[in-house]
């Protein structure tokens, strides 16, 4: 495993939903390559972070299952979109 890795794993370690991330922070210690190689990461585990800069968890919608719909409606849970994100508040609808 190369140092990057190390700094881009000890960042990610501790995370969980609702945190905030502060990318510039981390690219001002680290420089912009490891940051868009965290960014990538934490994408590639399946995160997204906001404009706020708040982590979110994608997960497939477990009320459908992700087919989207229920009874031949929308889901109420994911509103059709069959994924929702999770900000440490609750699951909404994620709209890619």
């Not at 968890?57 to 087919?67: K, M, T």
């Amino acid at each position: 495993m190369s140092v990057v890795n190390i700094a881009i794993e000890r960042f990610i370690a501790g995370l969980e939903p609702g945190d905030v991330v502060n990318l510039d922070s981390f690219e001002a210690t680290h420089g912009p390559a490891l940051r868009r190689e965290l960014e990538s990461e934490i994408e590639g585990r399946g995160f997204v972070i906001d404009s706020r800069g708040v982590l979110g968890e994608i997960s497939i919608c477990d009320l459908c299952n992700g087919e989207g719909e229920l009874k031949g409606r929308a889901c109420p849970q994911c509103d059709g979109y069959s994924t929702t994100v999770n900000y440490g508040k609750g699951v909404r609808p994620y709209r890619q």
